[in-house]
């Protein structure tokens, strides 16, 4: 193998290694969600892991996705295929709200 053909298939590797983005993660901790709204690719995985010692859940307000009670270190997983803006908040304390934001990068 030329060395032009190793160094390119290095930088695809590189390039794969940065397009992955890997989970995002939400903390419940407080009574809220941190951070309260992120923006990811479609087709990543949001995880909130709760962190409080009051069960709380993560129930988007069209109901795509919908946690069941989470109790301390639980966690929820939904994967957001679809560009878009999805508004949740906790059943427990509808106060609680997040955004997550999908966009195509
Ligand atoms: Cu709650």
Redesign the pocket.
């Known amino acids: 193998m030329g060395a032009w053909k190793t160094g390119a298939a290095l930088g695809a590797w590189l390039a794969a290694c940065m397009a992955w983005a890997g989970p995002q993660q939400v903390d ?1 901790s407080k ?1 809220a969600f941190t951070p309260k709204e992120v923006t990811v690719a479609p087709g990543t995985k949001v995880v909130w892991v709760n962190h409080d010692e ?4 993560v129930s988007g307000r069209d109901k795509t996705f919908v946690s069941k009670a989470l109790d301390t270190d639980d966690r929820y997983e939904h994967v957001f295929d679809k560009e878009g803006d999805y508004a949740y908040f ?1 059943a ?2 509808p106060y ?1 709200t997040g955004v997550v934001h999908v966009r195509k990068p």
């Open positions: 419940i009574f009051i069960p709380h859940t906790c427990v304390h609680m």
